[in-house]
């Protein structure tokens, strides 16, 4: 099957010839046509298929008639990052079209995206959190939309914006398209669809294993042998793109920096960078100028860099359907990769639940001359947060002196005195007044 057969409008088509498309993923197949059609949509799909495109489309197609600069589309992702990918297609694939789209999401000035919402847009890609303070201040108008996407449900989910896209389902039209894009397909979700799809077809692409083109095996390691086991992999392994998750941002940035000393180009991605920051960290993973990307599962969603070679689970993910999908970030495009886990002792319930939704056991490896058998120290030397900075004491000459014969109340062997209570301590940017109103600043995820 080709492209030219869904009768896409000529600029449209034009616009997909140059992009480079020839043959649409399985799940553009089967998407596109009955998006095409206005009906709602339940798509299971892993990052990587195609399913940007199996919506951007349809939808830019759609728009190409009717009235301009008025929010018609609407797509809703969990992170900035994947709303600036999902964007990015919609300016490649829609290039010739003349609709204008723009990004809504928190952590950058909010001026430029009200400037552009006045000045007017087809198609918003937003992140529920700043979307919903753009309709509080009433400086978006979604009173004539006419498609919603909501990609990536589950992890919006995990992330707990569900209450905020029950808030944002009241703000636009009941009569609308609705498209419901999901890697996995939890109870919360599932109730989700039946709430807001109307009569979906279901469109299910390559969600119940990883590609054959990777290759995948469990190194059980002790938790404080990993980072040492790690350094020892990367030496021995060739690698072009190594992407590495963790289960905490505290945990990746500390990783990060640790193989930054080892002497390799790394970099992480997590959710305490400015947004410049997260934005310089991904380009720099795109590029080639960082070997290694650390990141969480949150942070990670959105990275689409079709020529990494390799994944490490540094930390194991919580459930199956996340082991499939990070492991599936690499051996694209039909090129192999390569899947590491490092897996404890206390991993054996998940690494067997992991086994049984595969339907075989996973291999274990060992690396030769490695020692296995260093004992862990009595603290947490590696992942320890730094100590906080001291408290300065209170000097004698501080002190008020009371009359002679009178009892100092500060004097520790004062027989009626009691430890002094921890101070209280006043929000950064606080001291002298009420804290700051910041637009969206509360908000967190955004």
């Known amino acids: 099957m080709e492209f030219q057969e869904f009768n896409f409008h000529p600029v449209i088509a034009a616009s997909i010839k140059d992009a480079g498309y020839s043959t649409p993923t399985p799940i553009q197949q089967q998407s596109i046509p009955t998006v095409m059609q206005g009906r709602d ?12 495109a199996a919506f951007a489309l349809p ?76 309709i509080g201040q009433g400086t978006i108008n979604l009173s004539c939309l006419e498609v919603l996407v909501l990609d990536e449900a589950d992890q919006m989910f995990d992330m707990g914006f569900l209450p905020d896209i029950r808030k944002i389902l009241g703000h636009i039209p009941a009569k609308r398209q609705t498209l419901l894009f999901s890697a996995t397909m939890p109870p919360s979700i599932n109730k989700l669809a039946q709430d807001i799809l109307i009569d979906p077809v279901t469109v299910q692409v390559g969600n119940t294993a990883p590609p054959v083109t990777v290759s995948h095996a469990l190194y059980p390691v002790e938790q404080h042998l990993k980072t040492a086991l790690l350094l020892e992999l990367l030496k021995h392994t060739d690698t072009d793109s190594v992407l590495i998750f963790t289960r905490t941002k505290h945990r990746a940035k500390r ?27 991904l380009d720099g993973f795109r590029d ?14 959105g990275i689409d860099v079709s020529q990494i070679s390799h994944v490490v689970n540094y930390d194991i993910p919580d459930t199956p359907e996340a082991y ?19 897996v404890c002792s206390e991993d054996t319930v998940m690494v067997r639940t992991i086994e049984k939704k595969l339907g075989a056991p996973l291999q274990r490896r060992t690396v030769e001359g490695f020692n296995y058998s260093i004992p862990a120290p009595k603290k947490d030397a590696e992942f320890a947060r730094p100590p906080r900075e001291p408290r300065p004491t209170r000097k004698p000459s501080d002190v008020k002196k009371g ?5 100092n109340p500060f004097k520790p062997d004062h027989p009626g005195s009691k430890p002094a209570g921890r101070p209280l301590q006043s929000r950064p940017g606080s001291a002298g007044g009420a804290p700051k109103t910041v637009f969206n600043s509360s908000r967190r995820g955004k």
């Open 403 to 407: 009359s002679e014969g009178t009892i």
């Open 255 to 281: 990783l990060g920096e640790q193989l930054d000393k080892a002497g390799y180009k790394a970099a992480s991605l997590q959710g305490n960078l400015s947004q410049n920051r997260r934005q310089a960290a």
């Open 288 to 301: 080639g100028n960082y070997q290694i990307l650390v990141a969480t599962d949150i942070a990670a969603r």
């Open 41 to 52: 949509v339940m798509g299971l799909a892993q990052t990587g298929t195609g399913k940007t």
């Open 59 to 134: 939808i830019l197609n759609r728009l190409m008639d009717g009235k301009r600069g008025t929010v018609r589309a609407l797509v809703v992702a969990p992170t900035r990052e994947l709303a600036e990918q999902i964007n990015g297609s919609f300016l490649q694939l829609g290039k010739q079209t003349r609709l204008k789209s723009v990004t809504v999401y928190g952590g950058v000035n909010v001026n430029p995206q009200i400037q552009a919402l006045k000045n007017g847009v087809d198609i918003v890609v937003a992140c529920p959190g700043r979307l919903l303070d753009h």
């Open 324 to 342: 499939v999908h990070r492991i599936g970030r690499t051996g694209r495009a039909a090129k192999s990769g390569d899947a590491f886990t490092m």
